[in-house]
């Protein structure tokens, strides 16, 4: 079965209509993460960490609604090893021994029959959390500029990398708005943590191999049709490469939404930015690093 056998859409008409939403989108995302700050998880704030084995197996969304209220907060609850070890993290600030007779006395009380001990105790500092922040950050950079160099040498013209790197700086951007603002709404935790960091990555590397394919399309397409108007032309290679873009995000989208809804309490935050990311990347493939790429080539050719 093919999808859109022979397509025909004007993405370039719809490039004026992206750009407000892409705009809007945007704005709503820099005025979140200004006006509330980025909303770190305890790998970046610094915290207390403790694994407690139990004599049965318990649940961990259990766990951490039973020590929400103790502790100050909801605490990160995951399985540590096996069904009977749990690890809990949380950012109260008391010392590391009154936080741990909190987490063992209301354990008890609720798992009067449930003995547990504490197997491990640790303390992330804030020095730690400093550098996870500089590394994370210095990570999607890094990336960002190889991104740019590795598309440059490929195909040889700056406005394709800027056009991907635009499109990859927008996807994230917008996805790290949605955390930030709804962090306080979602019935999951939208903090910032490492696995959210992972998550990013795996978008920018979903979103740019979108974007190379079509790029790919669009330098062949360049060479086979010299005569043919620069716009057009990237309206065709879009048309082209819509059936492939199409069927590859619908199965990735459909795999990461199982994820989401049967991976785990623990999994919810990383699968949803998956989630976003993979909608998100296919539009600024298809509306966003393809306008930009159009929009410098005209500016170029005008200069020249």
Avoid at 19 to 31: E, F, K, Q, R, T
Avoid at 107 to 120: A, L, S
Avoid at 142 to 155: P, T
């Amino acid at each position: 079965m093919r999808w859109f056998e022979t397509p025909s859409f004007d993405f370039i008409k719809g490039h004026k209509i992206a750009y407000v939403v892409s705009g809007i989108l945007l704005v709503a995302a820099l005025v979140g993460i200004i006006g509330k700050g980025l909303q770190y998880g305890i790998d970046f704030r610094g915290g207390k960490e403790f694994v407690l084995q139990f004599e049965q197996p318990v649940e961990v969304t259990e766990v951490r609604s039973s020590l929400s209220e103790p502790l100050g907060s909801a605490p990160e609850v995951k399985k540590f090893g096996s069904d009977v070890e749990i690890l809990i993290r949380t950012d109260n600030p008391d010392e590391i021994s009154t936080v741990q007779n909190i987490i063992t006395s209301t354990m008890n009380d609720v798992y009067p029959e449930n003995g547990n001990t504490v197997i491990k105790t640790d303390v992330v500092g804030p020095r730690f959390a400093e550098d996870l922040k500089s590394g994370a950050l210095n990570a999607i950079i890094f990336a960002l500029i190889v991104i740019f160099i590795y598309i440059l040498i490929r195909f040889k013209n700056w406005t394709f990398s800027l056009g991907a790197v635009a499109a990859l700086f927008h996807d994230v951007l917008i996805v790290l708005g949605v955390f930030t603002i709804f962090n306080d709404i979602a019935p999951f935790s939208m903090q910032i943590d490492q696995a959210i960091i992972a998550a990013f990555l795996t978008i920018v590397g979903y979103s740019l191999n979108d974007t190379v394919v079509v790029f790919d399309r669009i330098r062949e397409n360049m060479l086979q049709y010299k005569t043919m108007d620069y716009t057009e032309m990237i309206n065709k290679s879009l048309n082209d490469t819509l059936s492939r873009t199409v069927i590859t995000s619908v199965t990735t989208l459909f795999v990461v939404t199982v994820l989401f809804i049967f991976g785990g309490e623990v999994l919810k935050g990383f699968s949803f930015a998956l989630v976003l990311g993979v909608m998100i990347g296919t539009y600024s493939s298809l509306f966003v690093a393809s306008a930009i790429v159009v929009e410098l080539q005209l500016r170029k050719e005008q200069a020249s």
